[in-house]
């Protein structure tokens, strides 16, 4: 699928980093700021998404490290839509067949992935249906200098899903750390509820001047044996496959470089169909109870060796997924913070350019009963609402 080219970004050359001061409104861009000790970073209303976030790389250069676009008013005009940095809902990930039972009542959701000749709008459905929850604008109720909460209504029957939902996503900066609660509360009727954050990295913020992929980054899933089994449209079968020690899919033993799967034969086909790459769910297994926020229960990972930037992650979420950005193909512009400091290379995204990270449940288990993810994927008015906790916290190694 080819990804259009904005031309205002193809005029610009070289980064050009200039977080504004906080003056409690959206920059003239439309993004709204925030600011702590070594970190800052814009969020939109649309899809509740984070546009750019800066922090030093090992040099002291300053480095946007998430894709976007320059301003807010590009995301609802791209017509790709790649769920750049947005909330996917109201369940995230795939549903197979845009079908799931509740209470022996069968739901059909809006299709919105993989047509065919017999079903055009798609044969399943994706993040949330064509009109999911990363496509609109949420309210600010709350902003700050270090926080911003965003508010959004999801009516009863919205792309199919029963019932009236209602939703709060907080971001948070403090000492190198972007914090995300998402909460979402069921008002009228029994709902499958499954979130997530779409963040497009690059830890090199594009400025590599030795490679033009994000291959070079190494990843860590370290409590992550295990992988949920798919079909060539990327449909879970309903097996959970192991991961063996030095696999393709093997991230759990030690850290590697993303690149280094792709000498293994089984990195084709890896990610569904004819695909060679990631876009695949792996499992948290974490002995219970514990506390996700400590130390010694980081879900995940990512580090550059050339920027020095290293991010780890913490979730209180029980599946993980990657995605190596297989499908980019060198059209979709960087932001004009992003991109090598002496103005050479391309502008646009290369395919593994990025890699996207997801903290989530287990993917479509709301069709998958035996794997008993009810409690953690389905609620009803009057009951716990759904939470989604994530802890990104950043360090630069010089």
Request: proline share 7%.
């Amino acid at each position: 699928m080819k990804l259009p080219y904005l031309p205002i970004a193809a005029l610009l050359l070289t980064p050009a980093l200039s977080a504004p001061s906080f003056t409690g409104e959206p920059d003239s861009t439309g993004k709204y700021w925030l600011f702590a000790p070594g970190i800052s970073a814009s969020f939109i209303p649309y899809g509740a998404s984070i546009s750019n976030l800066i922090i030093k790389d090992k040099h002291g250069i300053d480095r946007d490290i998430v894709l976007g676009f320059d301003n807010a008013s590009y995301y609802s005009l791209d017509p790709v839509h790649p769920h750049f940095g947005g909330v996917p809902g109201r369940y995230a990930n795939r549903i197979k067949n845009s079908t799931f039972t509740l209470d022996d009542e069968e739901h059909h959701i809006l299709p919105n992935e993989n047509p065919t000749s017999s079903h055009p709008a798609g044969v399943n459905t994706l993040h949330g249906g064509p009109d999911g929850w990363d496509y609109r604008n949420f309210t600010v109720v709350s902003y700050s200098q270090s926080s911003i909460t965003f508010s959004l209504v999801d009516p009863d029957g919205k792309e199919g899903f029963p019932g009236e939902v209602i939703s709060y996503i907080t971001y948070s900066l403090s000492n190198m750390t972007w914090d995300a609660k998402m909460i979402a509360i069921p008002t009228t009727k029994k709902t499958p509820i499954m979130l997530s954050s779409h963040t497009y990295w690059n830890l090199d913020g594009f400025a590599n001047n030795q490679t033009d992929t994000a291959l070079n980054h190494t990843l860590h899933l370290p409590f992550s044996g295990q992988t949920i089994a798919v079909d060539s449209i990327l449909i879970p079968t309903g097996e959970i496959s192991a991961a063996p020690k030095n696999s393709v899919n093997d991230f759990w033993s030690s850290p590697r470089q993303i690149g280094d799967g792709f000498s293994d034969p089984d990195i084709a086909g890896n990610c569904g169909g004819s695909c060679t790459g990631y876009d695949n769910c792996w499992l948290v297994n974490r002995q219970h109870p514990y506390d996700w926020k400590s130390e010694d229960k980081m879900v995940a990972s990512l580090g550059s060796e050339w920027s020095g930037i290293e991010l780890r992650i913490w979730s209180d979420q029980e599946a993980f997924q990657m995605y190596s950005c297989n499908g980019m193909n060198g059209t979709m512009p960087i932001k004009s913070t992003q991109g090598r400091d002496d103005g050479t290379g391309g502008r646009g995204v290369e395919k593994y350019g990025c890699v996207v990270l997801e903290v989530q449940d287990w993917i479509d288990g709301v069709n998958h009963p035996e794997w008993g993810r009810g409690g953690r994927q389905i609620f009803e008015p009057g009951g716990d609402p759904y939470v989604l906790q994530v802890r990104h916290r950043f360090s630069v190694d010089a």
